[in-house]
Each structure stands twice: as structure tokens, then as C-alpha cells.
């Protein structure tokens, strides 16, 4: 879910397909109570070593992938993706300001997508049975998203002004509130479809336990303003925020955040994140998509090296968004969870999971921030266990033996043929996880041994968020607040 002015939902629709709704019987659950020093020296490196062994053939990965998550976005001169931004670059020659935007107010090209649908007409007719009854003067489609456009208004309050986004389980909408002076709201209008109805309840709940906890945001979660029905629509009132991580790092050409931000935005998803844990919940759907930015204005300067405009981030103050699969840890927790590229080993092997699966989505996420791509694009779970292996070497053998997965492994080894198509390709984009450092100095290191500690394949031993909060990658952070 997300809640800013210029998010794109396709992904729900990709991950309804691709899970075939086998992580969905939380949407199906009944909720009964609640728990109670920089280094500033300057590292050179071979842009070619470190690029194009990966993605020295950009086309095949576009075709092979035309069906995958929008990294076929990808630019196709990735060794361009090394002289820019944060990663040891010489103070800043060539770059010259021009203006100061706001990503928040710009285009809408990317609401406006159509998005694929997986339903078969039987699926719609099943769908269509589920539906309440309602009023003849508010319409639905056919899928059961309510039809609205600017200028209607929800309960008597809410006024349309624009469609943000939409996706499997419903829209958002952004909102003037006209009983709170016309201040901007981002609501969610779930689908009229029972199923969907059921997960927002089940969000709702997380929300007032979470906004009650926290009812000053100091642990960087979105704060729900109210909740309402609407002629058999469940809609949840946001705030405002700004783009997602995912969405800013696309209109920025997939380039990727300064160090400096990544330690910042980091330290605050370790923070919300371990409240979570730390009141008996696990996300479960951790990825750049669900970290909003509170404001994404940002500041546009010309670089003469990839003779192009770059956007620098203004303020990296994020939230994190989406409880909708949140789980407490007394629940039915569901065998498939998370989106496919933040998706732990020990959920890919159905070995059961708990908290330690946000972990390891945050240490991709990290990743993804430092290169501007994911380094597992892939939607099959054997060729996802490869490019594991390919990073962070072998899968330790108790885990292996301990899987009822027995498909993938062939005398506790992974079953994977190198020299097969997948295997080229896998070997074409994979290496090991150090060698995406593009420096060599203190604040890289800390912060690919950070990353390495949260892609521990054992969740026993992966590092805790309590424990992440104290590396020292974020201690320059740490002695500011100690300060403070």
C-alpha cells in the first residue's frame, strides 16, 4: 500500500499472480486481542570490472524478464551507474544547480498506467459473488473498485482530487479534508470484494494499536487519521507523504542514493521496523515500495559525466507503510509471505519464519538504495536459491536437510545446472556480494558489513534490528542523538 502523491501499484497485482493468493489466508484471519567517523579518502575503481560482467547484455535480461518487476527499467549503460552519485565521486565537479522541485508535485504518468490483470472471467464472476449489496446511485466495476473521479465526495467529508494509484486490493485517492481546514489526505478505498475487506480490518487494528503506541510518529510509521465505510468500501484515511523509495529512484534513472541518505533512511527503517518487532509484529512485506518519504522535494543539478540532470534528495525522512500482512507473532502465519526480491531463504524453504524475515528484506532493501537495482530479479524460487548461493555462498546443510522442498536439492546440494540457460544467466548478474562495494573506505565497509550480518542465511543467527541500531555504520548518527 502506499500513500504518497505519485506511487505505482502494479505490484500488488504482480504479487496476487505470482503467490496465486497462497499467502493470503491473513486477509482470512480473525484478529482477538493484541500483544501487550566518516572516512573522507577518495577509492578509485575500474567501472568495467565492477559492471559489465553483470549486465553485459542488457537486451537478453530485458526479454528474459519482460513479465518481472519494473527493473527492465534498468538504463542500459550500467557502468555509467558507477560515476555517479555518492560512491566516491571527486567533490562534486560538473555539477551545477538548476532548480529546487518537489517529486510530490510532478507528473502523474506513472498513476496512469494500465495494469495487467491475471483474473480469469470466472475469477471475476467469483469475485463479483463475494460483493455486498449496495446502493444503485455509487457504482462499481467489474473487478469491484469503486468508480470515482475528482470532485466526488466520501462520507460527506472527503473530497477527490486526484487518483494516486491502483492495484489488486483497491485505489488511493488524494483528498481534501473539508472538516479539517482542506487539509490533503491520501484514503484508501478498498475493494467492495470480502476478502480484501477482511485484510483492511486486519490493518485497521494494526494501525490503532500501532498510532496509540505511537501517537507522535516517533518510530516512523504511518499514521492512520480514521477509517469509514463507504457504501460497502472500507476506506482508511492517511496522511499525506511524499514518493515511495522505489518510485523517486526511478524518476531519478534508477541512480542510486547518496551514502550519506542511506545511513539516514536506514537507521529509521531499523528503528520502525524493531517497534514493530518489539510489540510482537512482523511486516512481512518489507520492500522499497512500502518506505515512503515524508516529502520528496529535491534538488536538480547537472551531471557532465552522465550528461544528464541528477535529483538530490532535500530530506530522507521516510515512514513505512502497509500493514496489511503484518502478523502478530499468536496468529496463523501464512507459508508464503513477502514480495518475491525481499523474500527470505527460510521462507523460500518453508522452514516457518518470524521476525528475521523483515531483516533480511531490509538488508535487499539496503542494497537496492546503494545500487538502484535489485540484486535477486527473478520470480522462480530455485533461480532466486542460485543467485543466493552466487552472493552469499552455500546454503548452510541443516537448513537444506531440514526443508520439505526437496525439488530443488539433489544430495543436500542445490539442484542447478551452471552451464544451462538459467545457470548463464544467474552467472551473467550474480557474484559475490562484496564485490558490488564501488569503495573501499571505512563507511562502505560498515556498510556492506552491515548488509552481510542482515543477508545471514540462518534467521537464528541474522542479526537483530535491536543489535543493527548499535553497528557502526550508524555511529556517527548514534553520537548525534547521544548528543542531542
Not at 421 to 432: F, T
Amino acid at each position: 500500500m502506499r500513500y504518497s502523491k505519485q506511487t505505482d501499484y502494479s505490484d500488488w497485482d504482480e504479487k496476487q499472480h505470482e503467490d496465486r493468493h497462497q499467502g493470503s489466508s491473513h486477509h482470512k484471519r480473525k484478529r482477538t486481542s493484541h500483544s501487550s567517523a566518516h572516512d573522507s579518502k577518495r577509492c578509485k575503481y575500474n567501472d568495467t570490472q565492477i559492471y559489465d560482467s553483470l549486465y553485459s547484455d542488457a537486451s537478453s535480461f530485458h526479454e528474459r524478464d519482460n513479465q518481472e518487476r519494473r527493473y527492465v527499467e534498468y538504463r542500459n549503460n550500467f557502468s555509467q551507474l558507477s560515476e555517479s552519485k555518492h560512491h566516491c565521486r571527486d567533490n562534486e565537479s560538473g555539477y551545477h544547480n538548476h532548480s529546487s522541485k518537489s517529486s510530490g508535485h510532478s507528473g502523474r504518468s506513472s498513476y496512469k498506467r494500465k495494469h495487467k490483470t491475471h483474473h480469469s472471467k470466472s475469477h471475476h464472476s467469483h469475485a463479483r459473488s463475494h460483493r455486498r449489496k449496495r446502493s444503485r446511485s455509487v457504482e462499481d466495476d467489474e473487478e469491484g473498485h469503486l468508480i470515482c473521479q475528482s470532485g466526488d465526495v466520501l462520507s460527506a467529508r472527503y473530497e477527490i482530487v486526484s487518483i494516486l494509484g491502483e492495484g489488486a486490493f483497491g485505489k488511493v485517492v488524494e483528498c481534501l479534508d473539508h472538516k479539517v481546514g482542506g487539509r490533503h489526505v491520501a484514503v484508501k478505498i478498498v475493494k467492495n470484494v470480502d476478502r480484501y475487506s477482511e485484510a483492511a480490518r486486519s490493518e485497521i487494528e494494526v494501525l490503532q494499536h500501532l498510532n496509540a503506541t505511537d501517537p507522535h510518529s516517533t518510530f516512523c510509521c504511518v499514521q492512520m487519521l480514521e477509517w469509514f465505510e463507504h457504501y460497502g468500501h472500507v476506506c482508511i484515511v492517511f496522511e499525506l507523504l511524499g514518493l515511495s523509495t522505489y518510485d523517486f529512484i526511478k524518476e531519478n534513472s534508477f541512480l542510486p542514493f547518496s551514502l550519506d541518505h542511506i545511513r539516514k533512511m536506514a537507521y529509521q527503517i531499523c528503528k520502525s521496523v524493531n517497534f514493530l518487532h518489539s510489540n510482537k509484529l512482523t511486516h512481512t512485506d518489507l520492500k522499497p515500495e512500502n518506505i515512503l518519504f515524508v516529502k520528496s522535494d529535491y534538488t536538480e543539478s547537472y551531471n557532465s559525466k552522465l550528461k544528464r540532470d541528477e535529483r538530490t534528495l532535500k530530506n530522507p525522512d521516510i515512514k513505512v507503510v502497509d500493514f496489511g500482512s503484518a502478523t502478530y507473532d499468536h496468529e496463523h502465519h501464512s507459508t508464503l509471505v513477502s514480495t518475491r526480491h525481499y523474500r527470505a531463504p527460510e521462507v523460500i524453504l518453508a522452514l516457518g519464519w518470524s521476525q528475521p524475515c523483515d531483516v533480511w528484506s531490509i538488508g535487499c532493501i539496503l542494497i537496492e538504495y546503494y545500487l538502484g537495482f535489485t540484486i535477486f530479479p527473478t520470480h522462480d524460487s530455485k533461480e532466486h536459491l542460485a543467485m543466493m548461493e552466487k552472493i552469499l555462498g552455500p546454503l548452510p546443510v541443516h537448513m537444506v536437510q531440514k526443508t520439505r522442498k526437496r525439488k530443488y536439492f539433489h544430495h543436500d546440494q542445490l539442484d542447478w545446472d551452471e552451464h544451462s540457460s538459467a545457470g548463464r544467466y544467474v552467472s551473467r548478474r550474480c557474484k559475490p556480494l562484496k564485490e558490488f562495494m564501488q569503495c573501499h573506505d571505512a563507511d562502505h565497509e560498515n556498510l556492506f558489513n552491515l548488509i552481510q550480518k542482515m543477508l545471514e542465511y540462518d534467521p537464528a543467527k541474522r542479526i537483530t534490528l535491536a543489535e543493527a541500531l548499535e553497528h557502526p555504520f550508524f555511529s556517527s548518527l548514534n553520537k548525534k542523538n547521544t548528543v542531542l
